[in-house]
């Protein structure tokens, strides 16, 4: 079944599609408000990628690969699929894994961009328990309204409707959701909430094993966090360096690993 998701991990300007498989007709999700789904054995993921090679060119979309993550009973492996150059066929990509050069034109311009489709090993640094595995699979990201399978409506009440639940959650409309940045309407940091929630959470939470004193999800409290002042593990030499300094962009180091990481972040959730 294909579904969408709220607000898409940044990953380089890949165009994204997303579908999900449940093995058989008896298996059924295990939903939770704010923490991890969890999902039967043989469950799928599948992620395709286009990319642009003018940007804001929809003619001159490319294949890229498509990934599939699968859930076992030992936890979840990924493997990936690189399309030919004509989108016709796509193989298997060797455990290591491979770097593929693009040649883009954005504003007129000619760049090389690397994609990287990564390895197995990478797969699992960022599919971990603790992530739930599925990165996208949850409640604030399923909560939008799509067409699956020709029926519209919020995937959520979709998914409940035909029966893919262990136990039935509430209506959508009184869950939470994830925000896009453009969502002007709702405060800024609802926004970046969202925003850090998808993209650094996986690693940064309680659990994990990423070297670092603040827990990103969207579910817990701002000072829950600890973004506030909270301290660096490397401040570049400067202890005036806090993870967020209200009012001071220039020491707060969350917002500057942001703005130079997302250029070069490739990994996809």
């Known amino acids: 079944l294909p579904y969408q998701v709220n607000l898409p991990f940044w990953s380089d300007y890949p165009l994204k599609r997303r579908w999900f498989i449940i093995p058989d007709g008896t298996s059924k999700m295990t939903w939770s408000r704010d923490g991890n789904w969890t999902f039967p054995a043989g469950q799928i993921w599948v992620k395709h990628f286009d990319m642009e090679l003018t940007r804001g060119a929809p003619a001159t979309r490319k294949r890229l690969e ?40 954005t504003g007129g311009t000619s760049i090389t961009q690397s994609w990287e489709i990564p390895s197995r090993a990478q797969c699992l640094i960022c599919h971990t328990p603790q992530a739930g595995h599925a990165l996208s699979a ?12 020709g029926y519209p409506g919020n995937q959520l009440d979709l998914f409940r409707q035909e029966g893919f639940f262990t136990a039935e959650p509430p209506s959508s409309n009184i869950l939470p959701r994830h925000l896009r940045p453009d969502e002007m309407d709702f405060p800024v940091e609802a926004r970046v909430r969202s ?27 701002l000072a829950a966090t600890g973004l506030i002042n909270g301290p660096a593990v490397n401040h570049g030499g400067d202890p005036l360096n806090k993870l967020v300094v209200p009012g001071d962009a220039a020491h707060s180091v969350v917002l500057s690993r942001a703005a130079t990481g997302a250029q070069a972040l490739v990994r996809e959730d």
Do not use: K
Request: with cysteine; hydrophobic share 35%.
């Open 66 to 105: 498509t990934r599939l993550l699968v859930r076992n009973a030992g936890g979840a492996y990924g493997v990936s699929y690189r399309w030919n150059d004509a989108g016709t066929e796509a193989t298997l990509v060797p455990d290591a894994g491979v770097t593929i050069p693009l040649t883009i034109t």
């Open 138 to 149: 949850n409640t604030r990201q399923f909560n939008m309204d799509s067409i699956i399978a």
């Open 195 to 221: 925003y850090l929630d998808v993209n650094c959470a996986y690693c940064h939470q309680a659990g994990s094993s990423t070297p670092a004193g603040w827990d990103g999800r969207a579910s817990l409290s």
